[in-house]
């Protein structure tokens, strides 16, 4: 079992930025990939940003650029770095955890951005 805790949401005007993190019960290398997700409301849930074991980034071409994910594993944490951001971003943030034994999420954490 892997718990996930997310912070760092909030209410952001356009332009501006905010730095999401996602702290893991386990060894963040003992994952296959971490990774950000978001829905908002009437959509379906999509992929934000992704990390590998390896150290291999993948992002969503809407945030490409903008935002930036990394780690920090002696803090078993995961970051998620958003800049310029956009009233389109508004979202419940997920934390995502892979593991060869299983996948789990974190209870979501909102971000708003104002027009």
């Known amino acids: 079992q892997v718990q996930l805790v997310e912070s760092g949401g909030g209410l952001v005007q356009a332009g501006g930025s905010l730095r999401l993190s996602c702290t893991t019960s386990?060894?963040?290398?003992?994952?296959?990939?971490m990774g950000w997700y978001r829905q908002a409301p009437g959509k379906q849930r999509e992929l934000v940003a992704t990390?590998?074991?390896?150290?291999?980034?993948n992002y969503a071409d809407s945030v490409k650029v903008r935002f930036t994910i990394s780690r920090d594993n002696a803090k078993h944490t995961v970051y998620l770095q958003m800049n310029d951001l956009k009233p389109d971003d508004t979202a419940v943030y997920y934390c995502?955890?892979?593991?060869?034994?299983?996948?789990?999420w974190g209870q979501g954490t909102q971000v708003t951005v104002s027009s």
């Open positions: 386990v060894t963040i290398m003992s994952l296959t990939t």
């Open positions: 990390i590998a074991k390896s150290g291999y980034t």
């Open positions: 995502n955890a892979a593991a060869t034994w299983g996948a789990y």
